[in-house]
């Protein structure tokens, strides 16, 4: 099961966790700007209810989640929505895969709901950045209640075996991890995204959902005679019978 812990809706209303949540809103935002369709999915709860759902643009939202809170429409375990196969046109994932027990278990159910050429945007942290160096040195307590830190370089992998083709990847967060006020900066987002951006908070990938149609080959019914190393195919009786008539003819 998955939940947003106490511990860690705690650590989203400070400096640091708020700014992380900002920068989040604004990469989710850009990135659903070209997300259309019926219904866009979030599952798991990562900040206040409507923060990523109002930038859908899909004609309707639902916020997802294994324990009843704000904002929260339907209750199932994200390894085993109570949606129909191929029903959603857009799934989002904010850190869901970090605080599940079975990531691919997870990612497994995101593919078997969505739709075809249906997008699946996530959300997750740096291992490889500053922020995974505090998770180390704090023997992984930090932020408290996540579980891991996935790499990007996994998901992607991941997600290729499940047959998606990956379509946008973008850093986020460069604010010190040890900040204890902190807001996000403009100025710093895109400094860090040009210069250091293997140094960043987190990571947003957007993947589709690839359906693949096979067209089976045309087989050659007309059977060709075959030359082997200068040989012609051997004629049959019936072939040989007629040229020994026309011969003594």
Known sequence: MTHAPREIRDW????????????EQAVVADSLEQV???????????????????????TRRMLVDSLPGPGVAMRCDPSQLGVAPGSVDALLLPHTLELHSQPHEVLREAAR????????????????GLWGVRR??????????????????????????????MELSRRYGYLLPFARTAGRDGRLEAFGARYWPRLS????????????????AKLAWTRKRAVVGGLVEPMSR????ANNDRSAA
């Open 12 to 23: 989203l209303q400070t400096p640091l966790g708020a700014a992380l949540c900002e920068s």
């Open 36 to 58: 259309v369709g019926l219904q866009l999915l979030q599952v798991g709860t990562w900040g206040a209810p409507e923060s990523f759902l109002e930038h859908a643009r899909t």
């Open 113 to 128: 709901v969505l739709a075809g050429e249906g997008r699946l945007v996530v959300l997750g942290f740096n291992p490889h």
């Open 136 to 165: 180390a040195a704090s023997r992984g307590r930090f932020p408290g209640g996540v579980q891991r830190f996935i790499s990007e370089g996994r998901l992607r992998d991941w997600l290729a075996l499940l047959g998606f083709e």
């Open 201 to 216: 908070a987190g990571y947003l990938i957007v993947a589709r959902k690839r359906v693949y149609t096979f067209t089976p």
């Open 238 to 241: 019936r072939s040989v019978a």
